[in-house]
């Protein structure tokens, strides 16, 4: 989906970052922003230090990959000495560097590879202040699904009465409220533009993401359906909510979550998929795996193999026990991985063994988490047959991700065999996997796009809900 769960620095498309002069910094609090240069890549990043109580913490941000404020561990700082470990599902990164001046430079170590990183003085980022007083109120909320508590953010419009609502569902991976990816907040926007609509929108941060408790990494598509299931309970209760006008909006996995949703409550009053799947989760991927390789200009002969080599692994895990005979067919895929990497690239793979041994460890641990077996198992299309709501599918005809044309025609094909009869379906032309307009669809072009959604995107959904909800236009 639009991310994956383990996280190697290594393998995502990487931008430099010019660092700008700043005044001397004689302390280490405050941010300071830079790039990590590995495998002839640069990664841009931002380390914030800040006293807690008389000891020293630090979160670091990597904005391209929508990483933001991620703990780090193992802080020690004897100036000019600073280092401090980045922990991650997958693998663990260690910084060590030394502060002169203005800079702080060092070496960067992950999984046998090693590179470089600098970084300087920069800004805090600010929330940037609205041009006028909202027309709507916000309300920071907390609901529970059992012994999980989830927080988030309900915007309301500021007429009295009780108002249709919408509860936005992110897509997968640790996500916080606002669906924050490369410093743009799409929940946000999403949800600005419905409650200047008089909808109201609750929005809400992942499991183990914000304030919310739990593990995301340890629940499944299910475990999410019953986390959004507790949210239209808790709207329904509201006195400023109509209970009988609230609908769901799911992006990516939140178009798998809404119909699993939908498909257990008739207190569901529509529900709209945003680049939903319609296909078993295993063809999804293959199918993604295989047109980003080949946006991003891997030779076709290379593709083919790769995703050869994937499918006969993700067999392999579903009716092998034996998980070194799995291990073995990841190792193949890392090994041919090698040989086509440059000689920049090789050059900063300090120990190949442990290189070769801590990707294979990552995919495993990856392809056999509760989560992706639950997704490369599942069907949408008998969940989908069940939806009795109205819907809303909407896709990007250039998304590479959830390619467009074979989930609409799946998802269409199970409401209608399910007998829905108040079903919509649209692709926005030329609009990526987040709606953003796009030439390629290339996932590694996210970050350089303006952050907005293509012409007519937010008042299509607006729109729709609208007729649904007897909301006057």
Not at 392 to 397: A, K, R, V
């Amino acid at each position: 989906m639009k991310k994956q769960i383990f996280f190697f620095l290594c393998f995502f498309v990487l931008l430099s970052l010019c660092v700008k002069p700043a005044v001397t910094q004689t302390k280490i609090e405050g941010t300071w922003e830079g790039v990590v240069e590995v495998m002839g890549q640069k990664l841009d990043m931002r380390v914030h230090f800040e006293k807690e109580e008389g000891e020293l913490k630090a979160y670091i941000d990597f904005p391209q990959q929508g990483i933001k404020r991620m703990a780090l561990q193992e802080i020690l700082y004897e100036h000019p000495k600073i280092s401090f470990v980045l922990k991650t599902p997958a693998a663990v990164a260690y910084f060590e560097g030394i502060i002169e001046g203005e800079n702080i430079t060092g070496e960067f170590k992950q999984s046998g590879i090693k590179g470089k990183f600098h970084l300087a003085p920069g800004k805090e980022e600010e929330e940037p202040e609205p041009s006028e007083p909202l027309p709507y109120n916000e309300e920071e909320v907390t609901f529970e699904n059992g012994d999980i508590k989830l927080t988030g953010t309900l915007t309301l419009p500021k007429k009295s009465g009780r108002h249709p609502a919408v509860i936005m569902i992110t897509g997968s991976g640790p996500q916080n409220r606002d669906e924050e990816l490369f410093g743009w907040k799409i929940f946000r926007d999403i949800a600005d533009h419905l409650t200047r609509n008089d909808i109201a929108v609750l929005r809400y941060d992942d499991r183990g993401v914000g304030g919310s408790t739990g593990n995301v990494f340890d629940a499944t598509s299910e475990d999410f359906a019953a986390d959004v299931l507790s949210a239209v309970k808790f709207l329904r209760a509201r006195s400023d909510i109509n209970p009988s006008r609230v609908g769901l909006c799911g992006h990516s996995e939140g178009g798998i979550v809404a119909p699993l949703s939908a498909s257990q409550s008739k207190d569901v009053a529509f529900i709209i998929c945003l680049s939903g799947t319609g296909i078993i989760g295993k063809e999804v991927l293959l199918t993604q795996m295989e047109l980003i390789a080949r946006a991003d200009g891997t030779p076709e002969q290379e593709t083919k193999k790769y995703i050869e080599d994937v499918r006969t692994a993700l067999e392999m895990i579903k009716k092998e026990p034996d998980e070194d005979k799995v291990k073995s067919v990841f190792m193949d895929i890392v090994s041919k991985q090698l040989e086509t990497m440059t000689e920049e690239q090789k050059k900063d793979i300090e120990d190949v063994d442990a290189y070769l041994k801590n990707q294979v460890e990552g995919m495993y641990k990856q392809f056999s988490s509760p989560w992706f077996e639950f997704f490369l198992e599942y069907d949408p299309a008998p969940t989908l047959e069940k939806v009795a709501c109205s819907v809303l599918l909407l896709f990007g005809e250039l998304d590479l991700q959830v390619p467009a044309e074979m989930n609409n025609k799946a998802m269409v094909k199970a409401l209608r065999k399910g007998g829905n009869k108040d079903f919509t379906a649209k692709i926005f032309p030329k609009a990526n996997h987040l709606f953003q307009s796009a030439k390629t669809g290339s996932p590694s072009k996210y970050a350089k796009l303006p952050k907005e959604f293509v012409p007519g995107f937010l008042d299509y959904i607006t729109d729709w809900i609208k007729k649904r909800v007897d909301i006057v236009m």
